[in-house]
């Protein structure tokens, strides 16, 4: 079940941060995100544990990924492609019209998952990731009515 973040979901978002991430968010972060009017967070909920979850902020008519992480034990089960397919569904109904994001290099995975939901390569941030250092692919996607959740 994809639920919007909330509170209860800050602690084990953390945990998350820090099972999948080289540069992990904190808690404070996180919590941060909630409270940020700009910012929607949704969770990939089982049986009220956070299994996945991915993040953006909107500066109309304009959005950015913040974060998009599954648990190891849930990957290659499509809970990543429900959360960005929600997540372009909501950007869209609050008006937005481009979503864009960054992604290492050598996240081949995570490539493939966004260029399948049509996200296309428009640049390059050299040394953008850290622990290990790695350049990030810009990616942008132009919202439509296709992007609608039926």
Known sequence: ???????????????????????????????????????????????????????????????????????????????GRALMTELIAELHSRGITALFLEVRVGNLPAQSLYQSLGFVEVGRRPKYYVNPTEDALILRKELTNADTVN
């Open 1 to 79: 079940m994809i639920v919007p973040m909330h509170e209860s979901h800050i602690a084990q978002i953390a945990a998350l941060e820090k099972l999948c991430f080289s540069d992990p968010w904190s808690e404070n972060s996180v919590r941060s995100e909630m409270m940020n009017p700009l910012s929607l967070w949704l969770v990939a909920e089982e049986e009220g544990k956070v299994i996945g979850y991915v993040g953006s902020q909107s500066v109309s008519p304009e959005a950015d990924v913040m974060n998009l992480a599954v648990a190891p034990d849930y990957r290659k089960q499509g809970i």
